[in-house]
Structures are given as C-alpha cells and as structure tokens.
C-alpha cells in the first residue's frame, strides 16, 4: 500500500477534506434505484418526508462522532471512543460487531449494481451469473483498494456521481412526466409495516429508513491522514449525511408523485425492486423529457469547464474524450431503456462543454507566450474552429440518420471521438517537459 507510515511513525496526512467527504458520502450513499420499493412500501407517498426527518433525526449522532473526532487526533473511530468511554473489552466487542456489519455492505452492493444493470439493460440471465459477475466485481475493487487508496476515492467518487446522476434524472424525468401529481399524495401515510395503516405504522417505517445514512462513521478512521484540520472533519460528516439526505427526498418526491401504488402491492410488477425503473418503462414514449435533462447537464458543463481549466488545464482531455466515446459507442444499447439512455445522455451533456476553457486558455497562452502580436487573430480562430467542428459533425450526423438511422448516431459521434483520444495523447506528449499545460 502507498500509504504507509511517515518517518515520525504516523500515518501519512495525504487525505484531503473533499477526499474524505467523498468516501464517507459514498459509504452513506444507497442505491436507491434498487431498493426503492422497500423503502416505499416503509412510508409510501411520504417517504419523501420521512428521509427528511430522519436525515435532521441523525445528526445529533453525527455531531457526537463530529467532537469525539476532534477531541481524539487518531483513528480508531468506535475502537478508541469505547475503550477509553467504558472499557477495552467493550471497545474490542464494538469494533468488531461494526466490522462485522460492514463486511456485508460490499457484497450487497456491488450485487445490487450488477443486478441493476442486468434489469436496465433488460440481459436475461441466471442469479449464478450474476453473482459470478459481481464476485469479480468486487475481488477488483478490493485488490485497487488494497494498492492505492487514493484511486479506490477517485472510482468511489465517479460512480457515487453516477449515481446520484441517476437519481436526479429520474426525479426531472417524474416530474415532467406529465402523469405527476399531488393527487397521488392522498395515501400519504401509507405503510406495509403494520397491520394497519396510518401514522404509527408510518413512524415505524420510518424509522427503519435510518439504515440508508450509515457510513458518516468512516470519517474518523482517516483523521489521522487528514491533510486538514482535525476540526474540519465535522464538515465531512455533516456535510455527506445533508447531502445524501437531500437527495433521498427529492427523489422519492418525485416518485411519490407518479401513480406507483399498485406496483409495490403484492403481485405489483416492482414488489421485489426497481419502482423507479419500471414505472419510467410504464411511461413509454417519454423521451422528450430529456431534452430538459440534457440541457441541465449542458448547463452544469459550462459553468464545470472554468473549475477544470484552472484545476487541470488541458491534462483532463484524453478522459474526457473517452467519456464522450465510450458513451456514443453505448447510445446504440442504452437507448432501448428510457433510464439507461437518460443516464448516457445526461453523462454526454455533462462533459461535452468541459474542454471548452482548458482549449481556449492553452492556445492563448501559447500564442501569448510565443507569437504575441497575433492574440486576437488565435482568439477569434478558436472561435473560428470550434463552429467549422460542429458544422462538421452536424453534417455527418445529417447523413448517418438519412441513411443509417438515428440510432447509429452515436456509433458514427465514436469515430472522431477516438480521433480526438489520439491527438489529446499526442498533444500532451509532445509538449515540452516541465511547461505549463494548463
């Protein structure tokens, strides 16, 4: 492991805050597209209300874990608070009962992912294939886990992206729907967990919602790598269990407002998962709704592109072109599902303006260093260049769905994209050691 001990005999401080509010975000994060209807047939209608409460109901916990963080400057977390609160035997026992809890997270989810995808992609197949696939899976994560750290919290970070992407598609897409309506709130303590229903049913549900906020506890196993103040790691904690918590409601407003109460009776086609997914399948022709998705990604892009070029700069490109290739090479697929083509497509609008300032920035600092008297003329021929491109690829779009179909467009995009994977490479090759690329 890269992280190993620093020459005074503490662990390396390499972590840093957005690091660890990422980690711990992520560990909290539930895949909720697929255990949605558990958690609707908890507090039906008002689920939404009822993570809400519940996010304000465990932050006094978080703030307890937030002073005993910044009192005890090492990791250890439930180990060291009980061992020195009660008793070693007590801390021995804590630790390992927590440990125990959080070796079947891992399992779960990554089953959960791969399940999920199966369903999305509508892949008939076997419950042994699909633990054989999750299995591998997870045996890849945890060898990364084990070499770097740091990498694990980057793919952690992507796929917590992703998402929460999900999930905010969906809700956009519920809402817009035009089949969304408060009407459908009239049930709004519904629950399955008592005999009967009403409120103290919809209480007891709600108080089973609280398994999808654990994971703040992580943050203070990695204080003591923390390249930050120790006090700041409230701002982790509180930060990822608001986060998360926001997004849980909107989500589930915008579920509890389409007509999905038959589908998690029993016999609904989504009593066993996936409320989301299918009630987007039952809405059919709904595709329009993406436009208003793809322009909010369009938007996000924009204003993401200036945080990249000072950042980054021009180092970003090659992965931004293999995101935008690999999500054209996947349109073809994804679009047989209004969930996985909305996902492909929100991805594509977030990174499709994300070169603009990192371009536009390296080219005036190569004109401004090295031909000065012709900054404006580099300014304008970016410009220039940028339109000759979406000319280009306009036009060819044109002529692939007049001949090939629309469906084809994104394997025709591909090609140039694995163009410009090309000369990226080669641009960040050829310039000069130690210049500046951003």
């Given at each position: 492991m890269e992280n190993k001990q620093n020459k005074g005999g503490g662990l390396n401080k390499s972590l840093k805050l957005i690091f660890v509010y990422t980690v711990a975000t992520g560990s909290i994060f539930t895949f909720v597209n697929y255990w949605d209807s558990v958690f609707y047939g908890y507090c039906g209608s008002g689920t939404f209300l009822a993570f809400a409460l519940m996010t304000v109901a465990i932050l006094p916990v978080a703030l307890v874990y937030s002073e005993l963080a910044s009192l005890f400057h090492t990791s250890?977390?439930?180990?060291?608070?009980?061992?020195?609160?009660?008793?070693?035997?007590?801390?021995?026992?804590?630790s390992w009962?927590?440990?125990?809890?959080?070796?079947?997270?891992?399992?779960?989810?990554v089953m959960a992912i791969v399940q999920w995808m199966f369903h999305v992609l509508h892949i008939q197949s076997s419950f042994l294939l699909i633990e054989g696939v999750a299995l591998v899976a997870l045996i890849g994560y945890c060898a990364l886990s084990l070499q770097n750290v740091e990498i694990a919290g980057k793919i952690q970070l992507y796929m917590l992206m992703f998402a929460i992407a999900g999930c905010i598609v969906a809700t956009v897409a519920f809402l817009f729907s035009g089949v969304w309506s408060f009407d459908n709130f009239k049930n709004f303590f519904y629950s399955q967990v008592g005999s009967h229903f009403g409120i103290p049913s919809w209480i007891i549900g709600m108080a089973l919602l609280i398994t999808p906020f654990f994971g703040f506890e992580?943050?203070?196993?990695?204080?003591?790598?923390?390249?930050?103040?120790?006090?700041?790691?409230?701002?982790?904690?509180?930060?990822?269990?608001?986060?998360?918590?926001?997004v849980y409601s909107l989500f589930f407003f915008g579920l509890g407002g389409m007509p999905v109460q038959p589908l998690v009776e029993?016999?609904?086609?989504?009593?066993?998962?996936?409320?989301?997914?299918?009630?987007?399948?039952?809405?059919?022709?709904?595709?329009?709704?993406?436009?208003v998705i793809f322009g909010i990604a369009a938007i996000t892009s924009n204003v993401s592109s200036g945080q990249v070029a000072n950042k980054t700069g021009i180092r970003m490109l090659p992965l931004i072109y293999v995101i935008q290739t690999v999500c054209l090479l996947l349109l073809p697929i994804a679009t047989h599902n209004l969930v996985s083509g909305g996902l492909v497509l929100f991805i594509l609008g977030v990174v499709m303006y994300l070169l603009n300032s990192p371009l536009q920035m390296h080219f005036l600092k190569i004109a401004t260093r090295e031909h000065p008297a012709c900054v404006n003329l580099a300014s304008s021929l970016i410009s220039v260049f940028f339109n000759f491109g979406i000319a280009a690829g306009s036009a060819m779009g044109g002529v692939i769905v007049k001949y090939a179909g629309l469906r084809f467009v994104g394997i025709g995009?591909?090609?140039?994209?694995?163009?410009?994977?090309?000369?990226?490479?080669?641009?960040?090759?050829?310039?000069?050691?130690?210049?500046?690329?951003?």
């Open positions: 250890g977390g439930e180990l060291i608070y009980n061992t020195v609160g009660i008793n070693k035997h007590v801390g021995f026992l804590a009962l927590i440990m125990a809890a959080w070796i079947a997270v891992p399992p779960s989810a992580t943050v203070p196993q990695m204080v003591e790598e923390g390249d930050f103040p120790i006090k700041d790691s409230n701002k982790a904690i509180l930060g990822s269990i608001v986060s998360c918590g926001i029993e016999g609904g086609a989504a009593v066993n998962g996936f409320l989301a997914i299918t009630m987007m399948e039952q809405l059919g022709g709904g595709w329009g709704v993406f436009a995009g591909a090609i140039p994209g694995i163009g410009a994977i090309i000369c990226a490479v080669i641009l960040l090759q050829i310039m000069k050691p130690g210049a500046d690329i951003r």
